[in-house]
């Protein structure tokens, strides 16, 4: 009997206020988000297929701001997992981020969300580009 089993995750930045009282250059930025992941088992004899939320399958997201530099952990912010006694990262957050790597009043602001199996990750990337006041 044999089984394959996949992962697909998902992260979604929340819509980041622009305008008045939106991003300005120079500020702080906070982020939230949402982040799924969906676990398919396959059952190689049968080819039954099962599906089924898997939040505590995502170990972390991250976000970067800019188009290069280095990734910052969030932090989770969903409901306490049953079987980890942990929150889980089905909503995430961000500590105040220093606003850089404003190019042409255009902003990159990339998230993704990890799962780790065995040392590997599986990364699923979610990118919002938002336009920065003068």
């Not at 992260?11 to 969906?38: H, N």
């Not at 969903?78 to 929150?87: I, Y």
């Not at 500590?95 to 065995?118: F, H, K």
Request: some cysteine; aromatic content about 4%; glycine content about 10%.
């Amino acid at each position: 009997m044999g089984t394959i089993v996949f992962f697909h995750p998902s992260v979604d930045i929340d819509p980041i206020p622009t305008g008045a009282g939106g991003i300005v250059r120079g500020a702080t930025i906070t982020l939230t988000g949402k982040a799924t992941c969906i676990k398919e088992t396959i059952d190689t004899d049968t080819e039954e297929e099962e599906t089924e939320d898997s939040p505590e399958s995502i170990r972390k997201v991250e976000v970067r701001l800019g188009a290069s530099g280095a990734f910052v952990k969030g932090r989770p912010t969903g409901p306490v997992s049953n079987t980890t006694q942990q929150k889980t990262w089905t909503t995430w957050s961000t500590d105040a981020l220093t606003i850089t790597g404003v190019v042409n009043d255009a902003y990159q602001i990339t998230a993704q969300d990890v799962r780790e199996a065995d040392g590997a990750g599986i990364k699923a990337d979610a990118r919002s580009i938002s336009q920065c006041s003068n």
